[in-house]
């Protein structure tokens, strides 16, 4: 009995010593080779306050968002105000997580948004900002589109130093995403507000000022491919007119939205996805995948309460009007009882209940919201 219990011992250490000299030929253990196949090298993220982690905390800038009780759901900050516009996590950083990054992009004005920190992405995104320059400025400071290409450039270097040249073109054009949400403010805080915009829209009908968009954008997502970008997801405008910002000064009622501001985004939404498309065609390598955001929301709005919310008008966070849609959330603001049934945190912006919700479509959607491929698909290429 003794001599065949040493005989098993021997047979299972001879077989975990040949299993581990497969593993080591192949040069990684067995968790890492999984890691591997299934997550993301870093999560690029561009864009406006809809993915905005922190970056305008470091702008003189009315657009801002560090204030309680924005975040009070977030728990890596333990419920504490980080500069995201929502009381949770941003689409952003549930997508992130579900494609394996193990930690949020770190915002690229952050202090500590250096060495091995950017290894996992790094958030450009910035409220107020938008493809074109002029859109925003009425809150003064904000980073637009091309700042934030910009500031990839800087990115783009560092990782050079980190991972060397070879490595870091691999680690940047295989297995890292771009992110791009932005072209609502363009229309917000730009071509329909009152106080800026008359000069716009008496030289420039809709169809000029999207197509100045589509051009800017353009530009800004090809540079990014020069820089070595491959994997894009491009989210187009949601329905802007459905806001409780919108129907709030617009006086409508629960059940209506804002016909122009909807028209234009359906109108730039049209001419983004012909844009995508051509990209695929024009840039060797590339993939452009469309995110269908206003459909995404809509359905939210339209049908809530299938979804488990009361409400798709009224902001959990805000005050002025029927739909609490006229002053951004704050300390002053009044504050609903459940967040995670409302599909708006405050005038503008979903809470992390919708964000959980939009973000599950884009991950294991189909066509009809998020294509040729979704973001797990498109991880995997």
Sequence with gaps: M?????????????GLILMECLLSNNGVDGATANNNKKAVGASFIFGDSLVDAGNNNYLPTLSKANLRPNGMDYKPSGGKPTGRFT??????DIVGEELGIPNHAVPFLDPNATGKSILYGVNYASGGGGILN????IFVNRLGMDVQVDFFNVTRKQFDKIMGAEKAKEYIGKKSIFSITIGANDFLNNYLLPVLSVGARISQTP?????????HLKNQLTRLYKMDGRKF??????????IPYQKTI??????????????????YNAKLKDLLSSLNKDLPSSTFVYANVYDLVMDLIVNYDNYGFKTASRACCGNGGQFAGIIPCGPQSSLCSER?????W??????EAANLLIAKKLLDGDHKFISPYNLRQLRDL
């Design 2 to 14: 003794m001599m065949r219990g040493c005989k098993m011992g021997l047979l299972i250490i001879v």
């Design 87 to 92: 009381n949770g996590r941003t689409i952003g």
């Design 134 to 137: 002029a859109t925003g400025r």
């Design 207 to 215: 169809d000029a000022f999207v197509d100045d968009m589509i051009s």
């Design 233 to 242: 997801v491009v989210g187009n405008v949601g329905p802007i007119g459905c």
């Design 250 to 267: 617009n006086q409508l009622n629960e059940d209506e939205c804002v016909d122009l501001a909807n028209k234009l985004a359906l109108q």
């Design 340 to 344: 995670s049934r409302h599909v708006f």
């Design 346 to 351: 405050d005038p503008y912006h979903p809470s």
